[in-house]
């Protein structure tokens, strides 16, 4: 949406079609789907440029299948994309994709407005003026620009919310906290802040926005989440931000922006830098409407934490700020990660007793997925760590899919049938204390409580 606005604010008329909402996913062949309605919209409106997205690296397949079908029906339509895969790999993927014309390397605001700009005078130019890029020359050689500059992110357009049709994302939301009797049937994703300073050995993330945190001013951000709720009645948000909480100054701001025009809203945070929780920023964001948050904890041992994942948080500090949060009605999700190649029978425990500990009404404990561009994708290849062997060159073609449930590699001191009885040991504890402090949260589909007040899945 963000790239259909700038497109606009520029003087183009760009057409937006999402095909992973929950209406086209319930179709029979969702696929053939996309492929249709891409066809159709091209034809009918005679476009000359698509922009295709891929969110993570192991969606690529479907967005290269979507690319092949689009040039074989329109042998001319130039197509661009972007995103973490492509700009992990943009030498093999313009050297065996042919489907594929341009890519935009990290974030793509100002390229696809660049090339859009030159195709509507018909003259492309010298396309190695353009930073963040790669393309094939004339002769077919791949050319990549890896120089470039990190977005102005406040002097961005308010994403294209317009264009979006929020039906086609409904869905059942009877069982969310939802304290202030809202009708809920979507989940907002907003964004007030692009980038994280800090460098955790299993994140790609820097490879997209960098690591200088760039915000949008308070006021623009405000104005965004006044025109979702007034204007297009949505009144739960998720604030995406990798780690809104870096600078406190900037949430407070926006927690007393939100109290200052009355907004009647509700949101959760996705992801907050847990040593920037302090009393005062959870005061701020309880009365501006978080009803929920999620602490990215990474880890038990705090050896792991310092040392291997380059996290440093205190377990002093994780006990504090959940005490903090206790003091309000907010639900607390917290996320771990197993199987770092130095993981343990005993580091596993470690994050097992402090989940036991903390008492989270959720938590995630996910599977470690080694991404290219991070020191520990590099370690498990020098250290030929990886289950299922591959052949590095051939890595850009089916990457491995985030969130996966079985590990992709062996730690040095494990069994893979040890790696399974964690899995299946965290798995029954994710609920286990949903709703314990606070038992008005509404149990997640699927799971009871015992006598005892916690929570088990049901028979």
Not at 152 to 163: C, F, I, N, R, T
Not at 235 to 257: A, G, K, P, S
Not at 377 to 397: A, H, M, P, S
Request: hydrophobic share 35%; charged share 25%; aromatic share 10%.
């Amino acid at each position: 949406m963000i790239l259909a606005a700038v497109l606009r604010e520029n003087g183009h008329s760009p057409i937006m079609r999402n095909f992973t909402t929950n209406m086209i996913e319930a179709m029979d062949d969702p696929k053939q789907f996309s492929y249709d309605e891409t066809v159709k919209i091209i034809r009918s409106d005679g476009v000359n440029l698509v922009g295709i997205s891929s969110l993570f690296g192991g969606d690529f397949p479907d967005a290269l299948g979507l690319a092949k079908h689009i040039k074989d029906n329109f042998p001319d339509v130039t197509i661009i994309t972007g995103g973490i895969h492509a700009t992990t790999f943009p030498n093999e993927i313009l050297s065996n994709c042919q489907g594929i014309d341009f890519i935009a390397i990290g974030e793509g605001e100002r390229q696809i407005v660049e090339i859009a700009n030159r195709m509507e005078v018909g003259d492309l130019g010298n396309l190695k003026d353009i930073s963040g890029f790669a393309f094939r020359d004339v002769d077919g050689t791949v050319k990549v620009n890896t120089e470039r500059d990190l977005v102005d992110y406040d002097a961005l357009p308010m994403p294209a919310w317009d264009l979006l049709d929020f039906t086609e994302y409904e869905m059942d939301l009877s069982n969310y906290f939802n304290p202030k009797g809202h009708n809920l049937k979507n989940i907002v994703s907003v964004f007030s802040e692009r980038g994280c300073p800090f460098k955790c050995t299993f994140c790609d993330l820097y490879m997209m926005q960098g690591r200088k945190v760039r915000s949008r001013g308070i006021k623009k951000f405000v104005d965004e989440l006044q025109y979702l709720a007034e204007e297009r009645n949505q009144r739960y948000f998720t604030f995406q931000d990798d780690n809104v909480l870096v600078d406190n100054r900037h949430i407070i701001n926006i927690c007393e922006e939100i109290v200052d025009r009355g907004l009647d809203i509700q949101f959760d945070i996705a992801g907050g830098y847990v040593n920037s929780y302090n009393d005062d920023v959870i005061d701020a964001l309880a009365e501006a409407g978080m009803v929920s948050t999620i602490l990215n904890i990474e880890h038990g041992s705090e050896y792991m934490r310092d040392e291997i994942i380059k996290k440093s948080i205190q377990t002093d500090k994780i006990y504090t700020v959940v005490e903090s949060l206790r003091r309000y009605e907010i639900c607390i999700g917290t996320n771990w990660i197993m199987g770092f190649p130095e993981d343990t029978n005993e580091t596993l425990q470690e994050t097992y007793d402090l989940i036991v500990d903390i008492k989270p009404d959720r938590a995630n404990v996910g599977t470690l997925i080694p991404y290219p561009g991070t020191p520990v994708f590099e370690q498990c290849i020098r250290d030929d760590l990886f289950i299922e062997k591959f052949d590095i060159e051939e890595y850009w073609r089916v990457p491995f899919r985030p969130h996966q449930n079985a590990a992709v590699i062996k730690p040095y001191n494990m069994s893979i049938e040890e790696l399974k009885l964690w899995e299946t040991k965290f798995a029954d504890v994710r609920y286990k204390y949903f709703g314990l402090i606070h038992s008005q949260f509404k149990l997640p589909v699927g799971y009871i409580r015992d006598e005892n007040g916690l929570v088990q899945h049901a028979q």
